[in-house]
């Protein structure tokens, strides 16, 4: 789905294809276009040879259903990190991690689907709906796979019918356009394999242990199996003229998207049943540090390396493409676990060690991939144009990480100082970061100009002449 010269150029609509492709992100209804209930799904970019095709200019921001789909993501999250920190423990931390994935594959699916062949007609808002459904089965029982077998299976058969049923869309959209025909069929196959690999965790003969092993090799063959199939090796493989690609900013918004989904589970619950009431106490500060901390992982997440001129890795390199997109699920697992405990730490003055463990590794370990990730960015810029250069701007993020993961050693650290140090050193990165990434001869403060209306300074200079 990426391309070493990714997005560099694009082709001109013939005035026949002008009048056939309206975009879905128009005002214009889809009604009012085709007149039709189900549209032909055809790619929106690809690659031709090497020349990137687009079928319509300019960037596509998310749809209102995918947006919608979000919205249950917000409940799935929260119910994964409340039942782990309920119980922290190696195997709690093992499961969590184990079912968390899952969710992020049903995801991605969708959002590789819409970022490729986005037509907002009813056969898409349906398959929504559907997933939709699927995931609030998986969500109601996967916190419990280990408790019972019915909930095992439901779970896991929740996930193969959500993932099956993307794929076979796939399969299907292989014969509506031919742009990206090879490398879904491809994908299609080796992903349902990979399916099939989940069918030993329905029987209840198989021990708990043996089916998170099972589980495992079946989530890392999926994630190479993704790899695999949209990287130039496959594209060599296949040899195919037209291949996949991507619409960055569509791509990039919806991995914001879900980010953002993460950090609410830093605010939903300072806030929820009143914790911090009534009037200013440490809990409000609990509350308050939980706060900034979150503000200040979304500012880093945002602010990248800091270059003035830079290109995201989907612009200059398809392996640092591949990293920036796995990453992402090590970065919201961490962050999820660990912004839950502080979230919750809102109504207690106490953490027991392992949720101390949980909160510090979680948010440190978070940190250390946004610094991974910053340096996946390459900057453009020329020499000495910022006050510092780029490793010397970011290198806070791995320093206070690895420092937040120490914290638990020190026994002695009330809840509230453990927080406050946390906050501190996320605040400090945030202003290193900032002042460091200003230019050479940058001022403090930018004058006011032009404040008055215009009509009053023309009568102004008119009264002096």
Partial sequence: ????????????RTNSQVEDFVSPDSTTEIGMTHRALFRQPLALQWFEGKTLMKRL????????????????????????????????S???????????????????????????????????????????????M??????????????????VGAYIAARFTSMTVHLI????????????????????????????????????RSKIAVTSVAIVLEEVVWVFCYSPAAKRLLRANYTTAVDIAHEVDRFAAFFIIVLGEYLYSIVVRSPAAIGF?????????????????????????????GQHPFQHSIYASFLWVVLHLPLIASLLAGGHVAAISTES?????GQRWLLCGGIGTGLIILFIISLLHKSEDEPKTLLLPKYARIIFRPISGIII?????????????????????????????????????????????????????????????
């Fill in 138 to 155: 998986y969500g109601n029982n996967a916190t419990l796979v280990d408790k019972d077998i019915g909930a095992m299976r439901s779970t």
């Fill in 1 to 12: 789905m990426l391309n070493e010269d990714l997005h560099r150029q694009s082709f001109e």
């Fill in 281 to 309: 106490n440490d809990r409000l500060v609990r509350a308050i540090w939980t706060l900034i901390i979150a503000f200040c992982l979304n500012w880093l997440y945002v602010h990248n390396d800091g270059s003035i001129q």
């Fill in 173 to 208: 959209y292989s014969f509506a356009s031919y742009h990206h025909r090879a490398q879904q069929r491809l994908w299609f196959c080796l992903s349902f394999i990979c399916l099939c690999i989940y069918i030993p965790l329905f029987f209840e003969s198989i021990s708990f």
């Fill in 349 to 353: 003055s106490e953490l027991h060690i």
């Fill in 405 to 465: 993961i120490c914290l638990p050693l020190a026994d002695s650290l009330h809840v509230t100082s453990l927080l406050s140090i946390i906050m501190v050193l996320h605040v400090v990165c945030v202003v290193w970061e900032n002042i460091t990434s200003l230019s050479k001869g940058a001022k403090f403060w930018e004058k006011w100009k032009e404040t008055n209306y215009p009509e009053i300074t023309i009568a102004t200079e008119n009264s002096k002449t």
């Fill in 57 to 88: 200019e300019g960037e596509r921001q998310a749809g209102r259903f995918e947006l919608f789909l979000d919205l249950l993501y917000v409940a799935i999250v929260a119910n994964l990190a409340d039942n782990l920190v309920e119980h922290v």
């Fill in 90 to 136: 190696g195997v709690n931390l093992v499961k969590y991690i184990l079912i968390l994935a899952p969710t992020w594959h049903v995801w991605s699916d969708l959002r590789e689907l819409m970022n490729s062949f986005y037509t907002d007609d009813l056969a898409q808002r349906v398959l929504i709906l559907w997933i939709m459904a699927l995931l609030v």
